[in-house]
């Protein structure tokens, strides 16, 4: 059973940064997509960025400029770094991987993805 573990998560005045980290407890080669997500109090989870195998990736329109996904070489860990945050940043950011062998144009659509992370915590106060 695959394990994914999420951490960098705190809390920042707006302006701030942080950089999320999610471990895999095993790389699978045929993961062709991953993605962050997060969840406000009260609202749906929603895509916030993905990371294709061939290097393309997506981003949601509201943290475009703003964050930026990667891996590393080892590709066990998927990264988020997270620039000038704003308080409507706050939520608990999740990251994901699909069955093996999946692919999707939709990387951004949560029911693209079966694997999750418990979630670590992003505050950002104004």
């Known amino acids: 059973q695959v394990q994914l573990v999420e951490s960098g998560g705190g809390s920042v005045q707006a302006g701030g940064s942080l950089r999320l980290s999610c471990a895999a407890s095993?790389?699978?080669s045929r993961w062709y997509y991953r993605g962050w997500f997060r969840q406000a109090p009260g609202k749906e989870r929603?895509?916030?960025?993905?990371?294709?195998?061939?290097?393309?990736?997506s981003y949601a329109e509201s943290v475009k400029g703003r964050f930026t996904i990667s891996q590393d070489n080892a590709k066990n860990t998927l990264y988020l770094q997270m620039n000038s945050l704003k308080p409507e940043d706050t939520a608990m950011y999740y990251c994901?991987?699909?069955?093996?062998?999946?692919?999707?144009?939709?990387?951004?659509?949560?029911?693209?993805?079966?694997?999750w992370g418990q979630g670590t915590q992003v505050t950002v106060s104004s």
């Open positions: 994901a991987a699909p069955v093996a062998g999946r692919t999707t144009r939709y990387p951004l659509n949560r029911y693209e993805y079966i694997y």
């Open positions: 095993e790389y699978s």
């Open positions: 929603e895509g916030v960025a993905s990371f294709n195998s061939d290097g393309r990736t």
